[in-house]
């Protein structure tokens, strides 16, 4: 069985105040065994100081945004590269708030995951649909086109795929079980046709309003190799609490 990933995306929160929390899930994660790999993906200006904190831990850290290139006349933007020289083994790209607020096409996507694989980073790719597309039926279809577009043809054994439905980020609010699992069944479908052995060991993970309380069912369903948990991951009980019930499947 492919061990669990539990990634938090703490989006644009934190400052040094909070690295209390952060240190309080590298203590934990030394509990969460050899079947959970905890990470942390906090804003970029606190990853070096996060890194610092982790090492001697089993706490990875990730960043939320590349750029494609590794170096150049790129204002305010951070490479691959950088992300890697800070301490982030990993790095969230393509997430709905950035697709929403930066435009990010799914072309850009993969030239950003793209650019993380050389690096010699994780890609940890996300792709979901509005409630207006699920409400219409075109969920599948338009994963789908988000998975053909965003997912580079490069080491598998460097992507995560995060399946975040736009509709139950930060509202409390989920698929069903049985629609996470199809969801999850499809992207599995994808992965191994687009890259045959190598995409049976790609995590897929769930993201959107996974909490503790749903923690547990959630990361019991088939292909449901972990969570990329935001509002939930800035706590480190609440946190620690869904790495534990990830320890339990
Ligand atoms: P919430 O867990 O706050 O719904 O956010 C999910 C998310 O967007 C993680 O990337």
Known sequence: MMRKLIAGNWKMNGTAADLGEARDIADGARDAGSDVTVMLCPPATLIDRMAGMAAGTPLLIGGQDCHASQTGAHTGDISARMLADAGASAVILGHSERRADHGESNGAVRAKAEAAVRAGLTAIICVGETEAQRDAGEALALVEAQLDGSVPQLDPSRLVIAYEPVWAIGTGKTP????????????????????????????????????????AEILSLADVDGGLIGGASLKAADFLAIVAAAKMK
């Open 176 to 215: 069903t079980a049985d629609d996470i699992a199809a969801m999850h069944h499809h992207i599995r479908g994808w992965l191994t046709g687009r890259l045959s052995a190598g995409g049976s060991e790609i995590a897929i993970l769930y993201g959107g309003s996974m909490k503790p309380g749903n923690a």
